[in-house]
């Protein structure tokens, strides 16, 4: 399955984003989905996972309340809403998906799409 990420750009803190995955493939139903960051001289971290049927999240601490992730099997995506934007969510942000578990770590994904820049000034 190939993954295509978008979305991205530069907001003010306090601001919102929503970031979109969308999947090649049509059977993007079976696979579990997640978004990670990386900030520069960082590594990639956890941000949100979704199960395979949308019913189930999972969210890192430092976005839960402010990060919603969601997904549209009819349209293979899934998206990304972030509001209340700091200037530490400033990463470029990978979609990721796994046929057979939630990836919440880099290891976990075998599918990765490329990045899409998020910049939140001050």
């Known amino acids: 399955v190939q993954l295509q990420a978008s979305g991205g750009g530069l907001v003010q803190a306090g601001g919102s984003l929503t970031l979109s995955c969308a999947s090649s493939?049509?059977?993007?139903?079976?696979?579990?989905g997640a978004w990670f960051r990386q900030a520069p001289g960082k590594e990639r971290e956890f941000v949100a996972a979704?199960?395979?049927?949308?019913?189930?999240?999972y969210y890192a601490d430092a976005v839960k309340g402010r990060f919603t992730i969601s997904r549209d099997n009819g349209k293979n995506t899934v998206d990304l809403q972030m509001n209340s934007l700091r200037p530490d969510d400033t990463a470029v942000y990978y979609c990721?998906?796994?046929?057979?578990?939630?990836?919440?770590?880099?290891?976990?994904?075998?599918?990765w799409g490329q990045g899409t820049q998020v910049t939140v000034s001050s």
């Open positions: 979704v199960s395979k049927g949308g019913e189930f999240t």
């Open positions: 493939g049509r059977m993007f139903r079976g696979y579990f």
């Open positions: 990721a998906a796994d046929p057979v578990r939630v990836c919440r770590a880099p290891g976990d994904c075998m599918y």
